[in-house]
């Protein structure tokens, strides 16, 4: 019942910066964490970040530093900044949202960095 819709994806030069942007269609279930995963040819997806309902932020450490995650809760919004971006960062990112019974996937966003 709960729909994603990411946005904010594209290409960057090494060294720039993306702001990802994913908000929740309805407000009628409860969400408790929302996060950003992605994935990378030929890999499995991971978790990027995560927020919990609380502000509770965590990271990769592969992102640490360099993303950050945040959330406007009236919204159901959550956001991804990434700066300092690296090739190894290019992948499919996709948001999530946790309910009390279940998890919600957004479509996926393509990031491509380019050094």
């Known amino acids: 019942q709960v729909q994603l819709r990411g946005s904010g994806g594209g290409s960057v030069q090494a060294g720039g910066s993306l702001r990802l942007s994913c908000a929740a269609s309805?407000?009628?279930?409860?969400?408790?964490?929302m996060g950003w995963y992605r994935q990378a040819p030929g890999n499995q997806r991971v978790l990027v970040a995560a927020i919990s309902s609380g502000g509770i932020t965590t990271y990769a450490d592969s992102v640490q530093g360099r993303f950050t995650i945040s959330r406007a809760y009236a919204e159901n919004t959550v956001y991804l900044q990434m700066n300092r971006l690296k090739p190894e960062d290019t992948a499919v990112y996709y948001c999530?949202?946790?309910?009390?019974?279940?998890?919600?996937w957004g479509q996926g966003t393509q990031v491509t960095v380019s050094s």
């Open positions: 309805t407000t009628r279930f409860s969400i408790n964490n």
């Open positions: 999530v949202a946790d309910g009390d019974t279940s998890r919600y």
